[in-house]
Structure formats: C-alpha cells, structure tokens
C-alpha cells in the first residue's frame, strides 16, 4: 500500500515518514488524574478497531515531529483528511 | 479398490441453512473450523454450524506460514502450545489426511549479548516445562545450518542461538481442509459464502445471528473470526482488547536444498525456512500500524529480503514468486482470548491469534469444545479469559511473534 499522507505541516509524503498513534474513540479518551481503574484499563488495553471509519493520531516522526488527526478507511487504507488538533495538548 | 483412491471425492457437502442450530460458529479459519470438528466428535447429536463470509481459509488460515512451536516464554503459552505440537504430531492420523507435518526444527538466531540472555532464559523455562530447547554455540549453528553467515565483524554477528528440535511445519491449506472434512463427517455443517451481519439478542441473552441467507437462531454463538473478532463484538456492544495488523510474507522460487530447518532472528524481524518444494519461505513481523487492508508492500518486501541476506548470502540475487498479505487479531499480551463475556449470554469468544494461532489451531478447538461441553474452563485456557485484562493478569508472550519485539 503505498500510502501518502497530508502532513498538515509538511505536505504530502510517505507513510513510513509517520508514527501512528491510536485510534481517537470514546475508548482512548481520559478526563485525567480522577480516572477509575476500569477508565484506565480501557485507555490501554481497549480499541473499537473499527472496519471502515477511524479517526485517529498520526506523528510525523521523520519530518516535522508534530502529532496530527487523520481520517482514515481502515479497510481501502485510504486517508480522506488530516488537520492539527482543536485543541493542542499543551494547551 | 486402487481407483477409489483415485477418486474425486468431496471434503465436505453443500448444505441448505436451517433455521435453528445448537451452536452457530461465525469463521470458517482453522479454529472455527477444529472447534467444530472436536464438538462434533465428542457430542455426535449436537448441531453444528460454521459459517465464513468467504471460502473456507479465506483468512489468516490460509495465508500463515505454518510454523509450529512450543518454545514459548511464559509457563501459560508454553504449556498451552507444546499440549497443541502433541496434537499435531498424531493430527494426520486423526484426520486421515495426510497433513505434511514435518519436525524440522526451530533456531532463533541470537546477535547481541542480551538476546542470548532471554534465549537462554526461555530455554529455562522451556527444559522446565519438558520441552527440548537449549542454548547452542555459533559452531553448533553452522553444524545445523552450514550456509549460515557466521563471519565476524558484520553488523549482526551470530553469537548463538536457542535450538527447538520437536518444533515443524505443516501444510497450512490441509489443516483448515482436514478439520473441515472431519467436522463434515461427523455431521457438522459447513456454510462458506454466509456472513454474518448482525447478532441477535433478548436482554442479555445472544438468540442467533442475522445473515446473508437469513435469519438463523442458535443455542450458542462463538466468534471465531480473529482479525475480524472488532466488527463481530460491535454487534453485541462488547469491548475487545484487539488491533488489527496485516502480517506479510514471500517465497522465492525454488533452489536447491539450502537449510531443512527454521531460522528466526527477533533482532532483524525476519524468518526463514525452506519448502519441500525449494521455495524459501521468509516473513517477518507486523507491519507498523493497524489497518484491514490485504495490500502487500515493497517496504516490507525490501525489508525481509535484506534481513534474510544478512543470514544466508546466498539469498543475494534469488527471484521473488509472490508476496501476500493476512490480518491478524493483535493483543496486548500476545496470547489469546477464550471464553464467555461477561454480561453476554450464549457467547463465546475465540480469538487473539495475531501472528501465532495456526500452531495453536489443534488445542484451542479441542479446549474451546470442552469448555462448551462441560461448562468447565479447562486447566490450560483458564489464563486465557478476556477479564484478565480488568484484574490486571496479563501474560506477557514475548516469545508468541517477532512482533512482539517491535511493540
Ligand atoms: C503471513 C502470516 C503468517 C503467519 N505465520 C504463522 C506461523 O508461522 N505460525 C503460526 O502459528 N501462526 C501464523 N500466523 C497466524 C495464523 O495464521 C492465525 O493466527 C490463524 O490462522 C487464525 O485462525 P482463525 O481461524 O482464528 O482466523 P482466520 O483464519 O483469519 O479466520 C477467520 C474467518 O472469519 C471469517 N469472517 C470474518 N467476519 C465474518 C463474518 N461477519 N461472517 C462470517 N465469517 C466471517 C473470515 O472470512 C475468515 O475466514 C500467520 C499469519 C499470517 C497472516
């Protein structure tokens, strides 16, 4: 699959140039320190995996080292949009 | 009498979908396939169902490379996959079919001082468990493997490696199609070309499944669709600890005898081992991040190809037949899942083979029938529960992949 992928940043490049990062998912979300044992352990462990639809964390770790959101199709593999996270996660 | 042998006979029959099964098992691979086949051999009166959206071993099953081993790290995986090498060794008998088995070894290949400290560390374990596994010496290697590159000075010197005489290769296609004909034979229906589409409930309790053929209502519905298992546990609102990753392999064309073993290096991600056909058969470990996509790449074509020179040289200008592509159902601990879900009723999972199920094929069927026979978790799947992931019990099979080494 030779994938290219919209680095908001850097353009278009390959995708072995990207990390990525997980699926974005009601499973991958934590409010922080007040997280329960359960929350946690699905943080980690747990996925939707989902066939089709997923929108998730990709990090231009050859490039310009910056993390990003990419909708992608997990069965065509095919990447229909990338953009910076609203809100960055040091802010 | 010699013409019957000759004879074109079919594995298994065609069959109309009835409405109604005892146990329905969604994926026809080759452990929905030998839990079908070890329920119809212990309980002759149960109906049986197994339907696939494709043709039988349309998945990982037919895909894999078929190595089979018991040198695991982990008392669980170790006991678990050297009781499945046992199956295999008398599993041609069993089926009647004649399953190419052949015990020609396991070396994995150690290039750093650290490696050879976990190889000796697993053939600790392993000699432990009564399992033949022993740390062997550069000289020892080129003894088993004389076209082994063992010169000095190379970015990954061979400094020993953990040697696995019982372990083999067997004809992957045959396994899938034996288990089938034996589930077959003892009654059990096989219906390729039927997918599932969605589960059907009343409360808590699974009542069969909607399919491409129709509705059919079933006693018990057990998943069985490894790389698939995320799409089947959206249908009864569960959540599984899977990613799904694409495993790649590919041969060469066929040279002459080279090595009659199987080789690993977890340092350079790569295997190698040799058909009875002269094909060399090389893979590797998964590629870096999840997708459902069956597309091969010549990243990774590159990649192996370069890892198995750097083993055997003589690799160095041999032509590529084909390069395929299978998804495997990835855990974080690299072992399976079997068993109910709590909260679900009539529900079995059988998953989390990732890139090592098609050695443990013989044993999950075999365990998987006996927890849905007696209602008792047999001793050697009961570490395998998918609540193990709430209480903080995981297994930590780093010995189950090659993948394992890049996560
Ligand atoms: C390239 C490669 C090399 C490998 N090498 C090895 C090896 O050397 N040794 C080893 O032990 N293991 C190896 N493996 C892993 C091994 O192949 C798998 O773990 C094993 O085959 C899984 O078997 P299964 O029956 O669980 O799943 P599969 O064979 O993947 O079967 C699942 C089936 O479910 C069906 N399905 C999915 N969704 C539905 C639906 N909704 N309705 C109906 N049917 C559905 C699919 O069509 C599929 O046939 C390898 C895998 C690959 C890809």
């Known amino acids: 699959m030779a994938l290219l992928i919209e680095c908001p940043n850097c353009g278009s490049r390959d995708v072995h140039e990207f990390r990525h990062g997980g699926e974005i998912s009601d499973l991958s979300e934590r409010k922080g320190i007040s997280d329960s044992d359960l929350e946690l352990t699905k943080y980690f462990y747990f996925a939707r995996n989902n066939a089709g639809d997923s929108k998730e964390w990709w990090y231009h770790s050859f490039g310009c080292r910056q993390w990003f959101v990419a909708y992608r199709n997990t069965v065509s593999d095919q990447i229909r949009e990338t953009e910076w996270p609203e809100k960055r996660l040091d802010s | ?21 005892d146990i329905v098992i969604i994926g026809g691979g080759v452990h929905g396939l030998s839990t079908a086949y070890y329920l119809a051999k212990f309980d002759k009166d149960l109906k049986v169902a197994v339907m696939d959206k494709s043709y039988l071993g349309a998945g990982a099953s037919g895909r894999n490379t078929a190595i089979i081993r018991a040198n695991y790290l982990t008392p669980e995986g170790i006991a678990f996959m050297n009781a499945s090498l046992k199956l295999y060794e008398q599993l041609s008998g069993e089926l009647g079919l004649n399953l190419l088995f052949s015990q020609i070894g396991r070396l994995d290949i150690g290039h750093t001082e650290s490696t050879l400290f976990w190889l000796r560390q697993r053939s600790e374990y392993n000699q432990l468990m009564g399992v033949e596994s022993n740390l062997i010496t550069p000289d020892e290697v080129k003894a088993i493997v004389p076209e082994i590159d063992l010169r000095e000075g190379k970015p990954f010197p061979i400094m020993g490696a953990l040697h696995h005489p019982p372990a083999g290769v067997a004809r992957h296609d045959a396994v899938v199609w034996g288990y089938a004909r034996g589930a077959d034979r003892n009654g059990v229906e096989l219906h390729p070309f039927t997918e599932v589409i969605g589960i059907t409930k009343e409360g808590r309790r699974v009542t069969g499944v909607d399919t491409s053929k129709g509705r059919v209502k079933a006693g018990l519905v057990v998943s069985a ?27 060469t064309e066929p040279l002459k005898p080279m090595i009659d073993t199987t080789i690993s290096s977890g340092e350079l991600h790569t295997y190698i081992y040799q058909t009875e056909r002269g094909e060399l058969v090389i893979g590797g470990g998964v590629d870096h991040y999840p997708t459902y996509s069956h597309k091969s790449t010549l990243h990774m074509l590159e990649e192996l190809a370069t890892n198995a020179i750097r083993l055997l040289p003589q690799l160095r200008g041999a032509k590529v037949l084909r390069q395929w592509t299978g998804i495997c159902d990835m855990t974080p601990d690299y072992a399976p899942i079997i068993g109910p879900v709590d909260g679900v009723d009539n529900f079995m999972l059988n998953c989390g083979w990732g890139t090592w199920g098609f050695k443990a094929a013989p044993i999950s069927g075999k365990t998987t029938a006996e927890l849905i026979l007696t209602g008792k978790v047999p001793e050697l799947i009961e570490p395998f529960d998918l609540n193990r992931f709430y209480e903080g019990r995981l297994i930590n099979e780093r010995a189950a992949a090659i993948a394992a080494a890049i996560h």
């Open chain 2, 1 to 21: 009498m010699v013409s019957q042998l000759f004879s074109r006979q079919r594995f298994w029959r065609k069959q109309e979908l009835s409405s109604y099964y």
């Open chain 2, 225 to 251: 669709t490894a790389g698939w298992t995320s799409t089947i546990a959206r249908m009864i609102d569960i959540d599984v600890p899977i990613l799904t990753y694409p495993l790649q392999a590919f041969v």
